[in-house]
């Protein structure tokens, strides 16, 4: 059964479906193991490395796990510089592991499956990807490696994933109808607006004096045109202030919280934004309208297609998991967190 990755260096063997050839390896201590397979170059070098897990009858080494991990690792170390960087390290470094045992259980499902990419393939994936402005070399053997693997993988999860999705009808009127709001077009509001600039780093005072005047005027009963010509520094003060159409969800959050409650007609109070000091009138509101099933079919084909995959994908891969033998040797590098 999988064993779940433990920030320590541990040592859980479970066997699943393994042979005899492994029983017995396994009474060997881990350094006989290592010098029996490899010739003592490699291994003294290998024993330099660490072994991070064991999958099946494979190693991952620690020295992957870095690579796997290295990306994450500089953005991590430029955005959290405090002191919870090693923690956020250390979980990388886990979640990094984990992608190499789900990858590697793959490829050896491809390898028993008989799954197979062609050098032609191969060649011609990495001219595309280099015409994509991909920095692979296609006379690069290492390069040419990571395509193979991920043309493999793509192939594996088409066999047993993608090509055994149905999707039907009524599927789709029920993920329709239970998600409506997905496929509703926006509110939108018809505004107008008085907006005032500060005239310098300190004319914040100023420019909320001149907006109050300007609001005492509206209470008054002047017009709102009227009231924008005279003290509005906006673009579209000699229209009156008038915005036009926006949707929801393209205004400033404070604007959007202030028109959220008004009505047709209705004027906001005083806003302070990062665009200056606004008041804003409502002139018209238009409900979300939802579009027709028919007219987002296709979109909600993709959507419950893609949903159905990433669930039958997590359970392919439970179900290799609980197949293989999974021996997690791992301890965190404090090094890592220091390079």
């Not at 260096?9 to 029996?36: E, Y």
């Not at 192939?155 to 009524?170: A, E």
């Not at 999974?326 to 220091?338: G, L, P, R, Y």
């Amino acid at each position: 059964m999988h064993q779940s990755i433990l920030p320590r260096d541990t040592c859980i063997m479970r066997q699943v479906s393994v042979g005899s050839h492994w029983a017995g390896f396994l009474a060997l201590p881990l350094t006989l193991l290592m010098i029996a397979i490899w010739p003592p170059a490699v291994s003294e070098a290998r024993l330099q490395d660490r072994i991070a897990a064991i999958v099946n009858s494979e190693l991952i080494m620690w020295s992957d796990v870095k690579r796997e991990f290295e990306t994450e690792h500089e953005r991590l170390s430029r955005e959290y510089p405090g002191s919870d960087l090693a923690q956020r390290l250390q979980t990388a470094e886990y979640m990094a592991l984990t992608k190499l045992i789900e990858r590697r259980l793959q490829l050896q499902e491809a390898k028993a499956k008989k799954v197979e990419v062609s050098d032609l393939e191969v060649k011609q994936a990495l001219e595309q990807m280099k015409r994509q402005g991909s920095p692979l070399n296609i006379t690069n053997p290492n390069d040419v490696q990571t395509v193979r693997e991920q043309l493999l993988l793509m192939r594996v999860i088409d066999q047993h994933i993608r090509g055994n999705i149905t999707v039907g009808d009524s599927e789709l009127k029920r993920f329709y109808q239970e998600h409506r709001d997905r496929f509703a077009l926006p509110e939108e509001y018809q505004l107008s607006q008085i907006l005032i600039h500060p005239r310098s780093s300190d004319g914040l005072a100023e420019a909320l004096t001149k907006a109050r005047r300007a609001m005492d005027d509206l209470k008054r009963g002047d017009k709102f045109e009227d009231v924008a010509m005279r003290y509005s520094d906006g673009a579209n003060a000699l229209q009156g202030g008038r915005l036009g159409l926006v949707r929801q969800g393209e205004l400033l959050p404070t604007i959007e919280q202030a028109v959220a409650h008004l009505v047709p007609g209705g004027i906001s109070d005083i806003i302070e934004s990062p665009e200056g000091i606004q008041i804003i009138r409502l002139d018209d509101r238009k409900p979300k309208q939802f579009r027709r099933y028919e007219d987002v079919r296709r979109e909600v084909q993709e959507l419950v297609y893609q949903q159905k995959s990433d669930d039958m994908y997590q359970s392919w891969l439970v179900d290799l998991k609980s197949k293989a033998y999974i021996e997690i040797k791992f301890q965190h590098d404090t090094s890592t967190a220091q390079r």
